[in-house]
Each structure stands twice: as structure tokens, then as C-alpha cells.
């Protein structure tokens, strides 16, 4: 291992054990150290579920298009998309365990599942698509390992013909995952879009657009950790103007439905659609025009063929998607929590919408006892636990493919 | 049996007893209300803001037939017994909120922290309690207990442990004005199906489909 993969290592390494210290701060307390109240009770955390789940959808768009359509130009990149997919989705139930007021009952999820409750449903989708990853990459790895020495050597099934075995079962996986792929996209969606009390999740456009948006920053992903395993030498060209074209189309249709669904609400314009586009696009007008111009940004470098050319030109590419598509799912939240889904037309004044506070649940002095409105903006305990996850994925792909057979050399 | 309310908006008087015999009786911690009373178009707590007729309205958990927070609810939590009332098993609950995201009505409060560090923020003064003294369970499950941890949901239980002892909610007890009524909705002839059927009762939020079992009689006359 190099020295500066040993630096990043040791800096995500601090940044994790930083996040864990605060998560048992946390435990502790409780959640009073984050910002969350009564009225607005999701937070960071649960932007931060749907955004690494979203970042798991490399993995599919990689063996899919290998697999089901034959773009065989991805193939070196196969391995990376099953390893990226699984350190996201691990990320994104790990992610849940802090926003969890009592994390350590969560066996109840096993003892007594609610079978109607679309959480349950999440949980069982994320599960099965972390275990499919996990069987994906040690299939794509196989041809490999029986080179290697130590414990590697011992996992190895012993096949006579590892390449053509591998090949094989990868080809045969490949639909279950693309199901599994999109379930986690559309089961995560759909623990918002279910929720007819929040007029900003409750529309049928948001599954297929968690989908698009996935597959976006899912690949962009892959093609980060690519660029920085492989490089831009010219074999990999075709590779890269594949994926570009695929982030961009994922992206354009993305930011379709955003827009058809934004139309639809304006234009004729309840009070409470109103609300929730107020508050998107002009409360937080600016976050809102990063989550749209940043990743398109993005896409603009991408599909230059110069810029795919250069390491920093598709890294810049690439985070600025990763990056836009976290702002998108920062962005479900302000517009489903404060606009208070009970408002009353007070009598004599009917014209006006006023909605019915609720009770913060958490003393501040100089704030009110009953709020309507809160401007949410993350704990440092919330920011360095996220942070905390987050460096868990860069270490888990960094260390796995120090240590196992991701990257074919030469 | 289904068990309803019935809230006359004319008897209202907007003294807000209700709330406080809640939170006595109930041993909420500081900061959270499971019964509040609003003044629609107010900006604060009393007065109007904007010139117009002036009423009261209390809420609480409207105790749904369709309720999302049961659906959502992913350990079952969060049930609904035979008479149509919704309870949370305190001893289940992970805490997760989605409840809290499913409710349109705002009834539910998390508890951030331990009760302990709640009521020292607060800064009441040492060693004062407060509420029905002892823990209650129905069906085995705890739906009530003086002491609260932190990370659980709570909300409005109807007073289930009152009902055990055959008497009614707290907060109908409390009410000075006779604004509060409990009855069978089931039994057309029960009181408070005859008040919903004679004076217009109606409930919150009709059209995002939850049927509460709590309804309200219009005012007639207001304050202006």
C-alpha cells in the first residue's frame, strides 16, 4: 500500500472513529443533540439513507449492461460496480442505526415485523441486495483468487474452469439483480411517496425519479472509484464515453420528472402545493439550484471526449453529480416537514391557510413552545456521524481493493 | 364498539384544561403535549392576528380507522385494539418516527431525551412529579407509564388506564365548559352518534381519507 493510500486510510479511519464517538455521545443523551423536533423529525440521517442507496445502483447498471445487453466494454469495471454497490448499501443501513431513538431494539424488526409498514419491506430489499452484491463480486473475483494465498485461497470453489464458471453464474445473476436494484430504489421511494400526510413525497413520480436519479449518481460512483483505480489510458476511453452517455441520460430524465411533477402541482396550485414549491425553490432556492446545475456541470464535462481524457476532469465530473444527487435528497425534507400538513381556513378569513403548530418537544428559551416552521440545518453530531459513514464506504472500497482481486493488472 | 369523542366547539371556552389535565394526568415530559388547543389564525397562543370570528379548537390524536401511523409502523409498535383505539407499546417502539412523518394531524411526540434531563432544562424545580402513579398494561403491553425513557414515541392513549377503572379521559373529566363527550359510534343511538347526526359533527382532514373517531360540532356563535 502507497503512502498517500496509507494517509487517506488513517484520515478515514479518524473521521470514522469520530462518528462513532459521537454516535455513543448520542446513545447517551439522546437525540436531543440533533436538530431535529416534533415537527420536523427527520433529518440528515434519513436524506443520508435515501442518497446511499441511491449510490448503490452501480452495481446493476455495470452487470446489467455486461450481462442483459453485452456492452462488454464495461467489463474491467464489473468487479468495482459489485464492490461499489455493496459498501453504499451497507452505508445505508447503517446509516438508520443513529436516527433510531432506541438502536438496540431493532431485533424487533425480526421478532415482530409489520408486514404492511414499507420500512419492513426496505429492510428486506437492502438486505437481499447487500447479500446479492456480496455473491456478485466473489463470482466476478473467482478466476482470480485461486491465485492468491492465505484465506482467499481457501474461499475458492473449487471449479475446473473458474473464468468460464464465473462468466456463467455472473450471466445468470445478472436479472435478479437488476430486480433487486431497482426494488431497493422503488421500496426506499416508496416508504415517502406512501405517505399521503406529506403532499411533497405523496406523488407516483418519485419512485421512477428515485430510479433515474440512482442510476445517475450510482454510476458516477463506479466511475469515480474506475478513474481512480484504472486510470484514463485509452482502452478504457469506450468504457467511460458508455458511462458518461448513461449518467446523462439518467440524469435528463431525472430532472423530466422533477419538472413534470413541479408543472403539474404549480399549475393548478393548491394552497399546500404552493407551499412545498415555496419553500423548494424559493426558501431554499439556492439548494435547489445546486441540486439541478451542479450534476449538470457534470454531465457537461463528461460527455467531452478531452475531459474524459484527464483524471481530474472525469473526477470533477463525477463528484459534482455524486454531489448535486445529495443536495436532491438533503432537499426531501424542508418541504415535507414545514409545510404542516393540518392547515385551517381560520372562519371570516378564508382566504387565508394557516396552519396548526405543534409542539417542538425540545426547550430552546427565546423559541416558541408551539412551531409551524423550523430551519433545519444538521448537529455536528449529525454531520460527523454522516461524515462517519460516509468514510466507511471510501475505506471499505479503498482496503477492499488493496486486499482482494477488484482491479486486474496490466 | 368503537370508541369516539365528540368535541363541541360551541361549548369550547378555550381555557386549554384539557391539554393541562392531559399532561398532569398523563406524566408527559417537558415539552410535549399530547392535547393542545389552537385559535386558528392566531399568531401565538389567544388572539387572532387577522380581523375575524374567533374559535377554539382542541386537538389530539384523532385515533384513525385508516390510521397511517399502524401502517407504518414497522414492529407493530403502534396498534389499534378492537374498540378502534390506537396505542404504542412503549416497550416495542425503536423509535424510528416514521409515525411522526405519517401523521397529518401532528399528535405525536418523540422524546428526545430522558425525562430526567428534560424537566432539569426546563428547570422545574426538584423532586416535582407528576401523573398517574402507576405503570398500566393492557394485553400485556405497556401503554402507559409514569416514568419515560428517551427514543420512544408517545401520544394520546384515550386514557386507557382510566377506562380499565370505568372512567372517562382526563381531559373529558377536566373540561369546565362540557365541550367533551365519549360514547359507542358504532351504537346509532349512543349520545355521541346522536350529537354527530344532529348537529353536524364533521372530523379533520376528511380528504386524506383517515376517518378519525374524533369529531367536531361547529360553533355556532363567535367571538369577533
Known sequence: MGVSKKISLTVFGLIMAAGALMWLIQLWRGLILTDMNNAYSWGLYVSALAFFVGNAAGGLVLS??????????????????????????????LIVLPDLGRPFRVLNLLLHPQIMSPLVWDVIVLN??????????????????????????????????????????ARRLAPFSLVAAVGIHVVTAWIFATQGARGWWHTAVM???????????????????????????????????????????????????????????????TDHARETLAITLQEYGLAHAFEVLAPLAGV???????????????MAGCLLIIAGIFIHRILLMPAAFNQMPLTLAPLGSQHTLWSVPIASGRYAPPAETFVSHHSYFPTLVEILIFAGVLSFVCALILVAVHQLPVVKEG | ??????????????????????????????????????????DRHLTASTPQNLYFLPIHCQ????????????????????????????????????CMAACPYGVRQFNWESSKDGMQRYEYQNNYTYGYPEPFRLDNRLVYSPVRSKGVVEKCHFCAHYQAQGLDPACVRACPGKARHVGDLDDPDSRVSQM???????????????????????PKRKEV
Open chain 1, 300 to 314: 457537461v464535462l463528461l460527455l467531452n471526449a478531452r475531459v474524459r481524457k484527464t483524471m481530474s476532469g472525469i
Open chain 1, 64 to 93: 446489467s449492461m455486461i450481462y442483459l445487453f453485452g456492452v462488454t466494454a464495461l467489463k474491467p469495471f464489473a468487479r468495482i460496480g459489485a464492490l461499489c454497490a455493496f459498501a453504499n448499501v451497507a452505508a445505508a443501513m
Open chain 1, 128 to 169: 437481499l441486495y447487500a447479500g446479492l452484491s456480496l455473491i456478485y463480486l466473489y463470482l466476478l473475483m473467482l478466476p482470480d483468487l485461486a491465485a492468491r494465498t492465505g484465506i482467499l485461497k481457501k474461499i475458492t470453489l473449487p471449479v475446473k474452469d473458474p473464468a468460464g464458471f464465473s462468466d456463467t453464474w
Open chain 1, 207 to 269: 419512485a421512477p425519479d428515485f430510479v433515474a436519479a440512482a442510476l445517475a449518481s450510482g454510476t458516477a460512483v463506479v466511475m469515480l472509484v474506475a478513474v481512480l483505480c484504472y486510470g484514463t489510458a485509452d482502452k478504457f476511453q469506450s468504457a467511460f464515453r458508455i458511462m458518461a452517455i448513461f449518467i446523462a441520460t439518467a440524469f435528463f430524465i431525472h430532472i423530466f420528472l422533477m419538472y413534470n411533477d413541479f408543472v403539474i402541482h404549480a399549475w393548478y396550485g
Open chain 2, 1 to 42: 364498539m368503537r370508541r369516539g369523542m365528540v368535541i363541541d366547539l360551541e361549548k369550547c371556552i378555550g381555557c386549554r384544561s384539557c391539554a393541562v389535565a392531559c399532561k398532569q394526568h398523563n406524566a408527559q415530559p417537558a415539552g410535549s403535549w399530547w392535547n393542545r388547543v389552537v385559535t386558528p389564525g392566531s
Open chain 2, 196 to 218: 354527530i347526526r344532529q348537529m353536524n359533527g364533521f372530523t379533520l382532514l376528511p380528504e386524506k381519507g383517515t376517518r378519525p373517531n374524533v369529531y367536531y360540532l361547529p
Open chain 2, 63 to 98: 385515533h384513525c380507522n385508516n390510521a397511517p401511523c399502524v401502517k407504518v409502523c414497522p414492529v407493530g409498535a403502534t396498534y389499534q385494539t378492537d374498540d378502534g383505539t390506537v396505542l404504542i407499546d412503549f416497550e416495542r417502539c425503536i423509535g424510528c418516527r416514521y
